[in-house]
């Protein structure tokens, strides 16, 4: 999934999932004997299984594991929304290296079954055997280093860290399909970071404006995120001022650590407001924070640090769990809004609700997964969001500015 990320972000393509589970042999789950993926797509090392001289019965019992878990993977990455449709367009299947290449064919006859108009299978690593062997099953084979020895897939990487449920799906989150939708009346600023780097950020500020709400997008995001810019706009029309933010420059993009760097991302955050409470539209409005995905955990931090300075804080399928020290000291009411059916962020916000010592609420969209892509999700987001900020911001203490404090 990192790998596949960085793929989908640069082309900016849709991201999804696709599950193939490696068939363990019977006392070594280690030992690979086959691969099952999605749609029931099987494929056997038929010498491994002749090697172990495995029964029909043990073998049946091995895949039957491997189905299991891959039904569990399918509900918890996918929650019940449908996978992308693959019919007609160019797929990309990425995987973080090939070794043998039986959980690779099996994913690629897996989407060769959805009858792509191209298939291509991409790897940064792959060993020379096992990608000649892959280049009859699809279109192209995109591999940036084939050794004469891989020896693991893991020795070609300098983090080969197991990647986590939670930052799964806060891959799936990210807006690698985002565009700028039209912006309405939107002033570019930079805002200085230190070392002559800025971060820049987008204002809107309609007529009479009563807040202003910070925007601190999820891993990968920008400030061009539609859903963001779509929950921004309804605020703009109940007379809020928005600042849409990229957290980080341009350079720190290209380091994927800073994505999930929580005290960096509330730095920036923290500087942002500063700017806000400085500049000559915007010193007197009361500040509140909207965050999504990791964004929420660093508008968690950053409120800590800011006190009074922070008068509301919305969070959407946030990660408040990653701000986990710094909850106690939030003083601004707290909004967390999580999908029905986003178990693993819900729970984390369960979790996290309970460290909040400031007036908090959960507030579930019934039907909705991690993205609130189902029709009419993100709008009741934009409701609850905005009567929030209405409720905490309305007797708000205005921002002290920088030059008066």
């Known amino acids: 999934m990192p790998v596949a990320y960085e793929v989908a972000r640069a082309l900016r ?6 599950i193939a589970s490696k068939i363990g042999a019977p ?18 090392d038929d010498r491994a299984v002749r090697a172990l001289q495995l029964s029909h019965e043990e073998l049946g019992a091995a895949i039957a594991r491997a189905r299991d878990e891959i039904g569990a993977l399918v509900e918890r990455f996918r929650a019940g ?19 043998t290449g039986v959980t690779a064919r099996a994913a690629v006859r897996a989407v060769h079954a959805q009858r792509p108009r191209r298939l291509v299978l991409a790897v940064p690593v792959g060993a020379v055997e096992s990608v000649a062997a892959l280049r009859a099953e699809v279109d192209e084979v995109v591999c940036v280093i084939e050794p004469r020895s891989l020896r693991a897939v893991g020795a070609w990487y300098q983090d080969f860290t197991p990647t986590s449920d939670a930052e799964i799906l806060d891959l799936l989150a990210a807006t690698a399909m985002d565009r700028p939708p039209r912006r309405r009346n939107a002033r570019a600023i930079g805002i200085s970071i230190g070392a002559g780097a800025e ?12 807040a202003l709400v910070l925007f601190a997008h999820g891993s990968g995001s920008s400030r061009h995120s539609a859903r963001n810019r779509q929950v921004a706009a309804a605020l703009n029309d109940c007379g809020m001022a928005t600042l849409l933010l990229d957290l980080l420059t341009v350079d720190e993009e290209h380091d994927r650590a800073n994505v999930f760097d929580i005290p960096l991302l509330a730095g920036r955050l923290v500087a942002a407001t500063r700017w806000a409470q400085a500049d000559g539209e915007t010193c007197g409005l009361p500040i ?5 995905s990791t964004g929420a955990g660093a508008a968690l931090w950053a409120a800590s640090e800011l006190g009074s300075g922070v008068s509301a804080i919305v969070s959407r ?4 769990d990653l701000a986990a020290a710094r909850l106690a000291g939030v003083r601004a009411p707290v909004l967390l809004i999580v999908g029905g ?4 962020v819900l729970e984390l916000n369960r ?37 929030w900020f209405e409720q905490h911001l309305a007797s708000a203490t205005p921002a002290v500015s920088a030059a008066d404090a």
Not at 361 to 384: D, M, N, Y
């Open 81 to 99: 929304r449908p996978p992308l449709a693959l019919a007609g367009r160019t797929a990309i299947v990425v995987d973080d290296g090939v070794a």
């Open 341 to 344: 059916r986003d178990p693993i």
């Open 199 to 210: 971060i820049a950020a987008d204002l809107e500020l309609p007529a009479g404006a009563r």
């Open 288 to 292: 509140a924070y909207f965050g999504a």
């Open 13 to 18: 393509a849709p991201l999804d999932v696709l």
């Open 317 to 320: 399928g946030g990660r408040p």
């Open 27 to 44: 006392g070594n789950p280690e030992y690979g004997v086959g691969a099952l993926a999605e749609g029931g797509v099987l494929v056997l």
């Open 351 to 387: 979790q996290a609700a309970s460290l909040i010592t400031a007036p908090c609420e959960l507030s579930i969209v019934a039907g909705a997964t991690h993205l609130f892509e189902e029709p009419g999700a993100l709008e009741q987001v934009c409701v609850l969001a905005a009567s």
